[in-house]
């Protein structure tokens, strides 16, 4: 079965974006984007919230066409792309770039999803990844903490009644001070 893995980019107090979205203080260079592209490369299926979406769509499907993109970013243009992705939105009429949507979370239609298909599913979004959360959905959290403090935004959970244990299975320090933290489940 495949594993649900929610990933985020977080500030060391917590928050995935400061106010009207802002996220230039994420230190994401060649050596942190080669990571998440040969990790991400391998998914089988995205999970996306319509937000996430949108800001992918709106850069990712021509990215590469950017005579000045570097390698990683017409590496990943061409992930993105391929990946098939479930754009989860209450809202959103249709969605392009191997995409269907879902209205809502259904456990058993994501418990469906895991047991179908190759490579693991990549899960991204702080409102999305709240819900699974809460529905306790998900395998594996790779938090990247950048080394700022920001004071305020979007914090990367909200806050929920969820409350589980977790292993830290893996750390990393890149070389711009990012840290990768990798938990997981705990075996039973």
Known sequence: MRKIIW?????????????DH???????D?????????WIGAAGLFLEGRVTYELMADFWPTADQDPDAPPTV?????????TPKVVYSRTLGR??????????????EVLALK????????????????????????DEYRLYVHPVVIGRGTPALRPSKARF?????ETWR?????VLLRYTRPAS
């Open 7 to 19: 990933t985020m980019s977080v500030s060391v107090d917590g928050y995935m974006e400061g106010p």
């Open 22 to 28: 802002d996220i230039s203080w994420h230190h994401v």
């Open 30 to 38: 060649q050596e942190l984007h080669q990571h998440m592209n040969d």
């Open 74 to 82: 017409v590496e990943f243009a061409e992930i993105w792309r391929r």
């Open 95 to 108: 969605a392009g770039w191997n995409s269907t949507i879902a209205r809502e979370v259904v456990p058993a």
């Open 115 to 138: 047991a179908q298909g190759d490579g693991h599913i990549v899960l991204g979004g702080s409102e999305l990844g709240s819900e699974f959360a809460r529905h306790d959905l998900i």
């Open 165 to 169: 244990a977790l292993d830290l299975v």
């Open 174 to 178: 890149f070389g711009n001070g990012v």
